[in-house]
């Protein structure tokens, strides 16, 4: 009896022990499973009764449904001119996307997407294949206006023109990614008045929306829409970490989550200019300001809000800016509505007006908001020549120096386009494409206007050393 008393004790901690180690397990693993039931009824009731999210995917989908139809998938064929030799004769240059602007199948694009294109083809949502003409682009800003077949029928883009973007609103970018037709990203816009250093637009007007939604080779030229299904940009390049402000086919890369779009705004002028007149004429204001990002003024005001703008250093005398009454160190803030974030945004929104336009300038003087009604002047060849003859020159990898009768090669670089057509050192070029040009600022607007930035082939008359004439044929690749 005692030997059973002895172990009593070591028999209850045994049996304690068994029943952790059996019963216990078993226990606990019915009440988590008990616990992870009622979570997920829970949630399965409340997902049943809240129908937010199936309210924001119907919305999601129903901008598909409005944007899809308006959107297009472009690709060209590229065919050698008289001045070019491949062995391919007829070989696919480009492919990517665009948008109907109208009811007249006119398509916008990026200039990049169709330069130096003879063919291009226009797919529809649909199936539809039809041909299409380009009738103009603005290399400085990338946008080409095409014209589809008018036999056919066409649904037009809704744009924002009365709503402006703002920071954190979601935007849904369409193309044809990879190939991937007709497409649809969805992010939120990031920033705005974005310069991209590294734009594939040589010496071209920037002033992007950045956003976050995917964009991959094959989305250049397509809307970028905003929670209205509402155009309010187009898709134009990308940021990695091999490039920033490349095309995405360009890039070398593939999308990081930084991606940029021509705005609304610089857009429609554009594209109204181009249809209208065939090309674009730029607007000038008359005034000298510091470009720099540094230069930038931040204005805070009694309401407590901050305006930005960009000071007015100088104003030209008797120019549409004088005229009008802007005066030394003015703050512009807006123009036409659309807010001053830096000088890229002055620049762009000027430029993309036509000379003779009248537009609303609004400047803070004195510590007062101002409306003054500017007529734009037509841009000076030598304001427009400063943006891109360093990167032409860089390009023809040639130094051109002004001439009494024309412009001087001072320098060929041996391997580069310039020296490899035939350009020599004391090389005087008098004409372009059979054209005279008044002075070294306008032989660049020149040749600009003659399709040099994109692609198209331009015959330069030369005059050599030894007094004779020559004609030297030469495309840049871009």
């Known amino acids: 009896m005692r030997k059973f008393a002895s172990y009593g004790p070591a028999i209850v901690v045994l049996l304690c022990i068994l029943v952790a180690m059996f019963v216990v397990p078993g226990l606990v693993e019915r009440y988590a499973y008990a616990q992870q039931h009622a979570k997920i009824t829970l949630a399965r009731s409340v997902l049943a009764q809240d129908d937010i999210l199936r309210r924001l995917d119907r919305a999601s989908s129903a901008i598909a449904d409005a944007t899809e139809p308006s959107v297009v998938h472009i690709e060209t064929q590229f065919l050698p001119s008289q001045f070019e030799h491949t062995a391919n004769s007829n070989q696919t240059f480009s492919t990517g996307a665009g948008w109907i602007y109208d009811e007249l ?28 003409e380009v009738i103009g682009m603005d290399p400085y800003t990338d946008i080409a206006v095409i014209r589809a077949d008018s036999s056919s029928k066409f649904f037009a883009s809704r744009r924002a023109s009365e709503r402006l973007p703002r920071i954190g609103e979601r935007v849904y970018a369409f193309g044809s990614p990879f190939g991937f037709k007709f497409s649809m990203s969805e992010g939120i816009i990031s920033g705005l008045g974005r310069e991209a250093a590294g734009s594939n637009v040589a010496g071209g007007y920037t002033n992007y929306i950045q956003t976050d939604a995917a964009v991959n ?19 134009v390049a990308i940021a990695t970490s091999k490039s920033v402000g490349e095309s995405p086919e360009a ?67 008797d120019g549409p800016s004088a005229k009008a009454g802007v005066l030394p ?104 494409n059979g054209k005279r040009f008044d002075d070294y600022y306008h032989f660049f607007v020149l040749i600009a206007d003659e399709g040099v930035l994109t692609g198209q082939p331009i015959r330069f008359t030369v005059v050599g050393l030894d007094g004779l004439t020559r004609t030297i044929s030469l495309r840049l690749e871009w």
């Open 105 to 132: 199948g006119h398509v916008i694009t990026n200039a990049h997407v169709v330069q130096s294109a003879k063919v291009v083809s226009i797919e529809f949502f649909d199936g539809r294949v039809v041909r299409g």
């Open 217 to 235: 080779p094959g989305n250049s030229g397509g809307p970028l829409v905003n929670s209205d299904g509402h155009v309010i940009g187009m898709n």
């Open 251 to 317: 890039s070398g890369s593939d999308s990081a989550g930084i991606s940029f779009a021509i705005p609304l705004g610089t857009i429609e002028p554009i594209v109204n200019q181009i249809i209208q007149y065939g090309k674009v004429s730029r607007g000038y204001l008359g005034i000298v300001y510091n470009s720099h990002p540094s230069k930038r003024v931040n204005v805070p005001m009694p309401d407590g809000t901050t305006l930005t703008g960009i000071q007015v250093a100088e104003v030209e005398p």
């Open 329 to 432: 160190e003015d703050i512009i803030v807006e123009i036409e509505g659309s807010p001053i974030i830096n000088a890229e945004s002055l620049s762009s929104l000027i430029s993309s007006s036509r000379p003779g336009d009248a537009v609303e300038v609004r400047v803070l003087r004195d510590g007062k908001l101002l409306t003054l009604e500017v007529t734009l002047g037509k841009m000076k060849n030598e304001v427009l020549a400063r943006r891109i003859l360093e990167p032409i020159m860089v390009q023809l990898g040639m130094s051109l120096l002004p001439a009494d009768n024309g412009v001087l090669v001072q320098r060929a670089y041996a391997g580069f386009p310039g020296a490899n057509a035939g350009f020599r050192q004391g090389d005087v070029i008098t004409a372009a």
